[in-house]
């Protein structure tokens, strides 16, 4: 349940003060490691050893999630004036999910609670994607608004501080979404496994 962010920039100069359309895209990709176990403490001790590390602390994550940003900035003067004339914020996300090993001799609770433990790592994982993507797409209208300024230096420098200011905020949302999801964690997951035991009884399925 912990994320890692990065950003690479490409800039280009143009002479064309002819917008382009652009929104912030994200890439996916899925990784897993494997749990084991036939028990909730077992799977618990597992999670614990093989878990992702995201930091030198050494603590290990259920879950995790790595994004990076990247910017292309096209610039464009005209009348000694200069702008930004297009921009495009891309996010490639590697998400790190558990993968149970499932155990014959685990019982249905130890399953039923694996399987909703499982899609809440993988969601909370997902809205961190989410928090990425919203962000991107609003750096991209920060940097399209970039214009008239005296020279294009002057707007290079105001494109990296308006990206620094809003990848600020990003990784403070990012970490109030966490701090938010850590308080609330053992509530939410004992309400999920309430509703997935309501369905199965009731034959609706997960």
């Known amino acids: 349940m912990r994320w890692a962010a990065t950003l690479g920039f490409f800039m280009a100069a143009a002479t064309s003060w002819a917008p382009a359309a652009n929104a912030a895209t994200v890439s996916k990709a899925y990784h897993y490691f494997s749990v084991g176990g036939a028990t909730l403490a077992e799977i618990e001790r597992d999670l614990a050893r093989r878990g992702p590390k995201l930091n030198k602390s050494g603590a290990t994550h259920p879950g995790a999630t790595s994004l990076e940003f990247k910017s292309?900035?096209?610039?464009?003067?005209?009348?000694?004036?200069?702008?930004?004339?297009?921009?495009?914020?891309?996010?490639?996300?590697?998400?790190?999910?558990?993968?149970?090993?499932?155990?014959?001799?685990?019982?249905?609770d130890t399953r039923l609670i694996w399987d909703t433990l499982a899609a809440d790592i993988k969601r909370h994982e997902e809205f961190h994607v989410v928090i990425a993507k919203n962000h991107a797409r609003e750096l991209e209208q920060a940097l399209k608004g970039i214009v008239g300024l005296r020279g294009c230096q002057l707007a290079q420098?105001?494109?990296?501080?308006?990206?620094?200011?809003?990848?600020?905020?990003?990784?403070?949302?990012?970490?109030?979404?966490?701090?938010?999801?850590?308080?609330?964690?053992s509530d939410r997951l004992a309400r999920l496994i309430q509703y997935r035991a309501e369905r199965m009884k009731s034959g609706s399925g997960g």
Not at 82 to 107: F, H, Q, Y
Not at 158 to 184: G, M
């Open 72 to 108: 292309r900035v096209t610039y464009g003067e005209r009348n000694g004036r200069c702008g930004v004339i297009d921009a495009s914020v891309t996010v490639k996300a590697e998400i790190m999910l558990p993968r149970w090993t499932r155990n014959r001799r685990a019982d249905a």
């Open 157 to 185: 420098e105001e494109v990296q501080r308006r990206t620094a200011e809003l990848l600020a905020r990003h990784d403070r949302e990012q970490e109030r979404f966490d701090r938010v999801e850590s308080i609330n964690f």
